[in-house]
Nanobody, 114 residues
Framework: VQLQASGGGLVQAGGSLRLSCAAS????????IGWYRQAPGKQRELVVG???????NFADSVKGRFAISRDNAKNTVYLQMNNLKPEDTAVYYC?????????WGKGTQVTVSS
């Protein structure tokens, strides 16, 4: 499985972006989907994760502002980000877990100006 994230860019504080993560290849056996981000000088952190067994888990910092959705027909997962803040600036990555193996996409840069 290969993942391709897109949709990042530069946006002013209060604005919105929608990130996409398209999976090529079979997603049979996929159990978890997640969006992560890594800001300069910081560790990569979970933004939102969806588990087939545990539901959806959002980081406290994005609750009420971000939403995750998926289009199974397109093998694509989306991250809708609203009311963006400068502290949301980071490289955003998508990840899936398939048969207990992690697959990461290349990141997409999100920059929020104040």
């Amino acid at each position: 499985v290969q993942l391709q994230a897109s949709g990042g860019g530069l946006v002013q504080a209060g604005g919105s972006l929608r990130l996409s993560c398209a999976a090529s290849g079979s997603t049979f056996g996929m159990t978890d989907i997640g969006w992560y981000r890594q800001a300069p000088g910081k560790q990569r952190e979970l933004v939102v994760g969806f588990s087939s067994t545990g539901g959806t888990n959002f980081a406290d910092s994005v609750k009420g502002r971000f939403a995750i959705s998926r289009d199974n027909a397109k093998n694509t997962v989306y991250l809708q980000m609203n009311n963006l803040k400068p502290e949301d600036t980071a490289v955003y990555y998508c990840k899936i877990v398939k048969f207990a193996k992690d697959y990461w996409g290349k990141g997409t840069q999100v920059t929020v100006s104040s």
